[in-house]
């Protein structure tokens, strides 16, 4: 058996037969940037997520640029950022020329919650990561950084469709930034990302960053950039959309499947809350100490698996700070993430959960 650990040219042939059609519909239209489909992505966004103002943009990377410079943080600010994310979180920082601040993490990969103890007066904005889309606890989040007069952006890129207490992920903070890289719950065809904003100002702000300074066409006010959305990504996306309650079941069910089959491991440490609402099941990361043992023996079974991911920032080079880290660092040996996703397969599922079981036999 080969168990890819997601294969995204599996998609069901109903799926793409409606990419397909829509695809024409887009070519037939003739728009290729801005239009109608961008309009609807926005706005169903905004409704099934309750966000005032939601920006599609050409990227997650870019999201996480554009909210920083639409709030104004750049040379001299302080940014503090969990050690443990991927790369975009911190380069963003380093592009606006703010400084970056590193913090551990939770042993599950969350901002650790006194990370408080690192602002200083320089401080403008704190980024938790709703890593493995598990979201950080907001409310206390929020209650802190107010209490300090910070920013929120919230790096909500693995966390499409989390909910804690009925308030999407994204939505808490002064602007929340979205992904959606194939790889993604939602998922383009390409590179697409939304920023997400309460604030009239800051999402005005946010749009005009991302064409250019314009708010009408020749007209420009700042000195902005072009990081808008295809419009045929917005249009596939729109599809990707029909399906992805659905796909949140199976997630969820293979994720209990999992947490089911291993829970006689006293080896393994099991992603925690993963079925809850405020965890969009992105990712399945389980940690052992025999990760890179383990790793291999699943991959002798043809069974794909990744590391989300085998480096802490603050030890790359163009991110290098002193600091322990121990938790992100733990999770950086010891992570492993298993296959989960919607075109999984009941019996590669239980392959997955009986190789994993013999190893530790
Ligand atoms: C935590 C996190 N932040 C930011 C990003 C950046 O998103 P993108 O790849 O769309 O630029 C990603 C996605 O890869 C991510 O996982």
């Not at 870019?62 to 940014?79: C, Q, S, T, W």
């Not at 790793?295 to 030890?315: N, Q, R, S, V, W």
Request: hydrophobic share 40%; glycine share 8%; charged share 25%.
């Amino acid at each position: 058996m080969k168990i890819p650990f997601l294969d995204l040219s599996r998609m069901e042939e109903s799926l793409k037969s409606r990419l397909k059609s829509r695809f024409s519909e887009v070519l037939e239209a003739g728009i290729f940037s801005g239009g109608k489909e961008v309009e609807a992505l926005e706005r169903s966004i905004s409704d099934f997520f309750k966000s005032k103002y939601s920006i599609a943009c050409a990227n997650g990377t870019d999201a996480l640029e554009l909210a920083l410079r639409a709030l104004g943080i750049g040379p001299g600010d302080e940014v503090i950022v969990p050690a443990m994310t991927w790369v975009s979180t911190a380069e963003a920082v380093v592009l606006v020329g703010a400084k970056l601040v590193f913090w551990d993490t939770d042993q599950h990969g969350l901002l650790r919650p006194d990370w408080e103890k690192a602002v200083t007066p320089k401080t403008k904005a704190v980024i938790p990561v709703h890593l493995y889309g598990k979201m950080v606890d907001m409310y206390s989040l929020m209650a802190k950084a107010k209490q300090h007069h910070l920013f929120v952006i919230e790096d909500a890129a693995q966390a499409f469709g989390s909910f804690q207490n009925r308030k999407a992920a994204g939505t808490w903070g002064d602007v929340g930034c979205l992904s959606f890289y194939p790889t993604k719950n939602l998922g383009s065809l390409g590179e697409a990302g939304m920023c997400l904003a309460q604030d009239a100002e800051i999402s005005e702000k946010i749009r005009l960053l991302l064409n250019h300074g314009q708010p009408i066409r020749d007209q420009h006010e700042l000195v902005g950039r072009n990081s808008r959305i295809d419009t045929v990504q917005a249009a596939f996306l729109n599809v990707m959309l029909e399906d992805f309650e659905r796909n949140q079941t199976k997630r969820k069910e293979i994720a209990e499947s999992y947490l089911e089959g291993f829970s006689g491991i006293s080896e393994l440490t099991l992603p925690e809350g993963i079925l809850a609402k405020d965890h969009n099941a992105h990712l399945f990361v389980i940690q052992t100490r025999q990760r890179d043992e383990l790793k291999k023996f699943l991959a002798e079974k043809g069974i794909g698996t990744a590391i989300h991911y085998p480096t802490i920032l603050p030890d790359m080079k163009p991110y290098f700070s002193l600091g322990d880290f121990p938790n992100a660092r733990n999770l950086a040996n010891q992570g492993l993430s298993l296959p989960l996703n919607p075109y999984l397969k009941e019996a590669e599922l239980g392959f997955v959960i009986d190789s994993v079981c013999n190893f530790f036999r």
